[in-house]
């Protein structure tokens, strides 16, 4: 079975940073796609970045392009999302999330299989 452990969550202040990390392992395909989503009380979940394992492609959010980073680290089976200049809106419960067999970058939820415990990122103004 796929497990994925989220971590690095806190609370911060609006312009600082954060740097989420998600653990993966036991996948049964050779290439996949690790994404980040986010949800905040009373709204949808959101999709924020995401990486595949095939070429490093990645995809971000509107919302966060040019403040956040995700990367992955292959030897150690773990991707990151650095968060810099971090905004109150940013406020949300952060999940990683395993598409597997997926190569290209891509945030439709119903292609993630496996899904993270979840960290909680406050921002305060």
């Known amino acids: 079975d796929v497990q994925l452990q989220a971590s690095g969550g806190g609370l911060v202040q609006a312009g600082g940073s954060l740097r989420l990390s998600c653990a993966a392992s036991?996948?049964?395909?050779?290439?996949?796609?690790i994404g980040w989503f986010r949800q905040a009380p009373g709204k949808e979940r959101e999709g924020v970045a995401c990486?595949?394992?095939?070429?490093?492609?990645?995809y971000y959010a509107d919302s966060v392009k040019g403040r956040f980073t995700i990367s992955n680290d292959n030897a150690r089976n773990t991707v990151y999302l650095q968060m810099d200049r971090l905004k109150p809106e940013d406020t949300a419960t952060y999940y990683c999330a395993a598409a597997p067999g997926i190569t290209k970058p891509t945030m439709t939820s119903f292609l993630y299989d496996d899904w993270g415990q979840g960290t909680q990122v406050t921002v305060s103004s």
């Open positions: 990486i595949t394992s095939v070429d490093g492609s990645t």
């Open positions: 036991g996948f049964v395909f050779p290439d996949y796609t």
